[in-house]
């Protein structure tokens, strides 16, 4: 309980810095249109001068941090290959038993996100920066609110195997994009290019595990969800998004590796 806990009190530490960089980013003296720090009331607000010279303080912030988050990433393949964090399939994020569902629940969060952040589809200058908290918060909104898709992947035979996985995965996908966005905001997080190919490489993981790596994989994914772009963002506008999701992902899943 103690370990658990002290793993969230660091998740939501990482994801609070995570904010205060984006902020710095945003405050550079260079961006588009000029720093966009919040407004402040006009007899708070600092002079001109100030404010420059602000943006000037952000910039150099941000250039410093930008450059050890390059050296960190060139560390990543071989971070990743000591501590085998690669994509698994849906049978373990969601496994029964309580050792086996924690288990399942951190290399979700684990997994998901560092796919998530080593995607060329994810750009550097996103709105909102990802949070990693929001990873378990999917994970357990899937539990929740799609206990039956589980099941059914669980219990599945061959002939239904890839109608239960590409459900699980449109659960996934409508639940990752639902933890990302902040509440009132509506689509201002991270959007559906760098969410979808993850949920979708972790479908694939889960019908025919490989040797892929994880850049393969989403490459492949990425690819397949830029050509049925427009049906799914339609699917995800509808009624019934996991329904419609599903039918789209079990056709990409039936042809991709």
Same mark, same amino acid.
């Given at each position: 309980m103690l370990r658990s806990l002290s793993e969230d009190v660091v998740v939501n530490i990482k994801d609070r810095l995570r904010d205060v960089r984006h902020l710095v980013r945003a405050s550079r003296h260079d961006n588009p249109g000029g720093p966009r720090r919040p407004q402040v009331a006009e007899p708070f607000a600092p002079p001109a001068e100030i404010e420059r010279l602000l943006g000037r303080a952000a910039?150099?912030?941000?250039?410093?941090?930008?450059?050890? *988050?390059?050296v960190s990433r060139s560390l990543l393949p071989i971070i990743r290959a000591s501590n085998g964090a690669r994509l698994h399939g849906f049978d373990t994020y969601f496994a029964t038993g309580r050792t086996a569902a924690? *288990?399942? *629940? #951190?290399?979700f969060r684990r997994d998901l996100y560092a796919a998530l952040k080593a995607s060329p589809r994810l750009s550097a200058d996103d709105r909102t920066p990802l949070h990693e908290a929001g990873f378990s918060q999917a994970h357990l909104a899937i539990r929740r609110n799609h206990g039956e898709l589980l099941a059914a992947m669980r219990t599945a035979g061959p002939n239904s195997r890839l109608d239960a996985v590409a459900a699980v995965a449109a659960a996934t996908l409508v639940e990752l994009l639902a933890s990302q966005q902040p509440s009132g905001d509506g689509m201002t997080g991270p959007d559906l290019v760098p969410l979808a190919p993850v949920a979708l490489a972790?479908?694939?993981?889960? +019908?025919?595990p490989s040797g892929m790596s994880d850049v393969d994989l989403l490459e492949a994914a990425g690819l397949a969800i830029e050509a049925r772009r427009? #049906?799914?963002? #339609?699917? +995800?506008?509808?009624?019934?998004?996991?329904e419609d999701l599903g039918a789209i992902f079990r056709v990409l899943l039936a042809h991709l590796p």
């Open positions: 910039s150099v912030v941000d250039d410093t941090l930008t450059v050890a *988050e390059t924690v *288990e399942g *629940e #951190r290399l972790a479908g694939i993981a889960t +019908l025919s427009d #049906r799914i963002m #339609r699917a +995800l506008d509808g009624a019934t998004p996991v």
